[in-house]
């Protein structure tokens, strides 16, 4: 019965995205429109999606509305100082003389402007290391120029051009204060990028300061206790025959909004004490006739586990859950003997309510389908958030 309960549970949470994710997550922000700027809420979405449209409302009852680059001059966040503006931009692998519209993460203003502009996965391609799903975009006087590093498959192999280096000789040889050795060293990095046109910014126009738009992600952190029941699920009754037992720790919820609010990572840290009993076969090292033992077992447990959340804005009171992943644990009986270290699949789902948080979790004691597993019903307190700088 305990079982098809929490199955009934893991399915009822299992159909909650439909609802929730029309919701998203809105922050303050405005919109830059016809030369007026209107303040409401802007869905903080990756800045991939952000790169492509956003939705916008004027208040958080409003029903939303989607704008492309082509319908707006700029949008931004209040809270973050994070502006974005419409630029054009140049896809080699789609055609070389294509000219794209997109929202991009302006960097640095000034006599020139950089952005910072993310690329969808399906125009990655082969063209685009794999460390880097980015490129660069300068704006000089009314043109856009795409800043990026390729990899070009050749008769030899795969061959690295850094072909940002020597677009930017080309474009920046008007200010002899820039060494060009300069230019061979510069890393396809914000930091690098950004000193280097406030660099040239000061050298063409130096009564008109430099302004660089930096902005620290912040990753959220939600913590706190855990404490929870747990029952033992032995389908062949060979090592178990029955088990429960109780378990108690502390719980660490990780999440990245400039990525993803809805994919966070969950750290745990908790004792279990479980009592089973098993069918012993000998005793004092002699056969016997089949008889039950009665034991004990200590567990030391780091549950690790990529999060699903479906309505992880900061003002929903109601954020369910599923999860999965790895539990590595520490484990030994009564006696401290048949000490072992293994590492459990597990999956879960839950909610937070609130500041409480309520799941349901399965660690699978082994690699088959058919093994033991560990059933755990918990319930947590969120202690205040805190903001971690990454």
Not at 82 to 105: C, G, N, Q, W
Not at 164 to 185: Q, T
Not at 261 to 275: D, E, F, P, Q
Request: include cysteine; aromatic fraction near 14%.
């Amino acid at each position: 019965m305990k079982t098809r309960l929490l199955l009934v549970f893991t399915l009822f949470l299992s159909f909650q995205p439909k609802g929730y994710a029309q919701n998203g997550f809105y922050e303050p922000g405005y919109i830059l429109q016809a030369g007026d700027t209107l303040k409401g809420f802007v869905e903080r979405t990756d800045e991939t999606k952000l790169s492509l449209g956003i939705n916008f409302k004027p208040d958080q009852a409003a029903e939303m509305r989607h704008y492309s680059p082509d319908e707006l001059a700029g949008f931004g966040f209040i809270d973050k100082g994070l502006h974005f503006e419409p630029v054009y931009m140049t896809i080699r692998s789609i055609s070389p003389d294509s000219r794209i519209k997109r929202f991009a993460k302006k960097m640095v203003a000034g006599h020139t402007t950089l952005y910072r502009l993310q690329l969808p996965q399906q125009e990655l391609s082969q063209e685009y290391l794999k460390d880097n799903a980015h490129v660069y975009i300068l704006k000089k006087d009314t043109a856009f120029y795409t800043l990026a590093q390729y990899e070009v498959s050749t008769n030899n192999g795969v061959r690295f051009e850094k072909r940002y280096i020597g677009l930017l000789i080309y474009l920046l040889n008007d200010c002899p204060g820039i060494a060009s050795s300069s230019f061979k060293r510069l890393a396809f990095k914000d930091e690098a990028m950004a000193q280097l046109i406030t660099q040239y910014n000061a050298c063409k126009d130096p009564s008109t300061a430099s302004v660089e738009h930096t902005y620290k992600v912040k990753a959220e952190v939600k913590w706190g206790p855990e404490a929870g029941y747990t029952h033992v699920f032995a389908p062949d009754n060979i090592t178990f025959l029955d088990g429960r037992g109780f378990w108690g720790g502390v719980f660490w919820d990780i999440t990245k909004p400039d990525i993803s609010r809805k994919l966070s990572t969950r750290v745990g840290l908790n004792y279990l004490h479980l009592n089973y009993n098993y069918t012993a076969h000998s005793r004092d090292g002699y056969p016997a006739k089949p008889y039950t033992v009665a034991e004990q077992m200590h567990m030391l447990r780091l549950p690790l586990q990529v999060q699903y959340n479906f309505n992880n804005a900061p003002e929903k009171r109601l954020s369910p859950f599923l999860s999965f992943g790895l539990t590595p644990q520490f484990s030994a009986n009564s006696a401290l003997k048949d000490i072992d270290m293994v590492p459990f699949l597990n999956f879960g789902a839950g909610a937070y309510i609130q500041q409480y948080k309520v799941s349901v979790s399965v660690e699978n004691m082994g690699f088959g389908f058919k093994s033991d597993k560990i059933i755990s019903l918990g319930v947590g307190y969120v202690l205040k958030k805190r903001n971690k700088k990454h």
